[in-house]
């Protein structure tokens, strides 16, 4: 029996459909529902978490030979800690509002379980090459969750997006959305849309079977 061979460009899609982080893995939520009150702070949190993915993968399958099997863990996490600690001081040097706003959740980085699951996961078992596009795929999908979540809490809760005003002076705003309940309600709304999305095309894809059977 013919073993399917799995391409490069599908370790990249993989994370932005079939194995989205936050929709299907619901990985990372502590991020997830605390910085998305707007979409910029939802936006600088993804593209972060992309940044470290890609680079704890390439590091941990580039010294996937070199790091001992007892000690796996603790370097794994020396090297994600690593690279937070590069994203925290670039965010910093580049909006000290931004690093505010987003406070300790960056550091929290460290220990997101998508991050450390990927390199014990993935990225220890594979080239170098195939673990970028893994972490890549993975981080765009954290990214594009991360911007509807808020996308939508700014959209209702303050009635802009990215701090320009979207609707008239008279629009009343849900204040809950930009409270932590409102990461809550967000999530929901869009787990409920994936889910249906998802249920569908399972169904389109029976359909398909049976017919050409």
């Not at 706003?101 to 460290?110: K, P």
């Not at 080239?127 to 509807?148: C, E, H, Q, S, Y």
Request: proline letters at 3%; a neutral charge.
């Amino acid at each position: 029996m013919a073993v399917k061979q799995v391409s490069p460009t599908d370790e990249f899609v993989k994370g932005l459909w079939r194995d989205n982080p936050v929709f299907i893995q619901v990985l990372g939520m502590c991020p997830a529902l605390a910085v998305s009150n707007t979409a910029m702070n939802a936006l600088a949190m993804g593209l972060a978490t992309s940044f470290v993915l890609v680079m704890a993968g390439l590091s941990v399958s580039l010294l996937r030979n070199f790091i001992p099997k007892e000690a796996r863990i603790v370097s794994y996490i020396c090297i994600i800690a690593t690279f937070v600690t590069c994203v925290d001081y670039l965010i910093m040097a580049l909006s000290l509002e931004l690093h505010r706003a987003l406070g300790a959740f960056i550091a929290l980085i460290v220990v997101n379980c998508l991050i450390l699951g990927r390199s014990e996961a993935f990225a220890s078992k594979n080239k170098p090459g195939r673990a970028m596009l893994d972490g890549l795929g993975m981080g765009v999908g954290v990214t594009f969750a991360l911007l509807f979540i808020g996308i939508v809490r700014e959209l209702l809760g303050s009635g802009t997006l990215f701090g320009v005003s979207m609707f008239p002076d008279g629009f009343q705003t849900w204040t809950i959305m930009v409270l932590p309940s409102g990461g809550f309600l967000a999530m929901a709304g869009w787990l409920l849309i994936v889910n249906w999305l998802r249920q569908k095309e399972d169904e389109a894809a029976k359909r398909t079977a049976e017919a050409s059977s």
